[in-house]
């Protein structure tokens, strides 16, 4: 298995220990024929609006979208969730491949940035952990979303069948726990 890193932008270097940890084999993605080698990809936290960019400069977004609609998994993290977003702050998003909407920076700026414990019940662990960055809240979810772990009632790992999300960074804690789950999606 070839797991994909889109390297476009943000905290995807991150991910390589935990795929390491996993025996996972992983290419960094920056352009569409790295989009075409992989069988999942993770779109890591970072800015989604110089993603979104560079995506379209590119020429990566319809390929990306093709793959998806074709049921690739992919991962979503914070940035990368307001990615695969079909709304996003009442506009469309760019994806359109989660039955979301999401407002951004949602929690404050980053100063309010912060580390919640969280229950995640589906991957037996209680008190995670969760570290928010300029996190997107998600406002509502359509009825193929799974809610897997909310936070202040708001949900904060999602599933929509091959298509998870967090709006927080499990890559920057010790756990390969969320990777394991993204690997067998
Ligand atoms: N940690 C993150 O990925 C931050 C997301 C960023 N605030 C955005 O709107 O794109």
Redesign the pocket.
């Known amino acids: 298995m070839n797991v994909g890193l889109l390297g476009l932008q ?2 995807f270097l991150d991910h390589i220990r935990h795929l390491k940890t996993l025996n996972a084999d992983y290419t960094i993605v920056r352009d569409s024929k790295g989009l075409e080698k992989i069988d999942r990809l993770i779109i ?8 979104m960019k560079f995506l379209t400069l590119f020429h990566m977004t319809g390929l990306l979208q093709k793959r998806i609609d074709q049921g690739m998994p992919v991962w979503g ?6 990615l695969l977003a079909k709304k996003q702050d009442n506009k469309n998003g760019i994806l359109n491949a989660l039955e979301i909407k999401v407002q ?2 949602a929690y404050g700026r980053q100063a309010a ?1 912060e580390q919640k414990n969280i229950d995640i019940p589906i991957l037996q662990r209680f008190d995670f952990p969760a570290l ?5 809240r998600i406002v509502s979810c359509e009825n193929r979303v799974e809610v897997m772990a909310r936070s202040d009632n708001d949900p904060v790992f999602i599933r929509q069948e091959y298509i998870m999300a967090t709006t927080f ?1 499990p890559e920057l804690t010790d756990d390969p726990v969320f990777h394991e789950y993204f690997l067998n999606l």
């Open positions: 943000g905290a890591p936290g970072g800015e989604s609006t110089v993603m993290i914070c940035a990368g969730s307001i951004r920076n940035s928010f960055i300029r996190a997107p960074h």
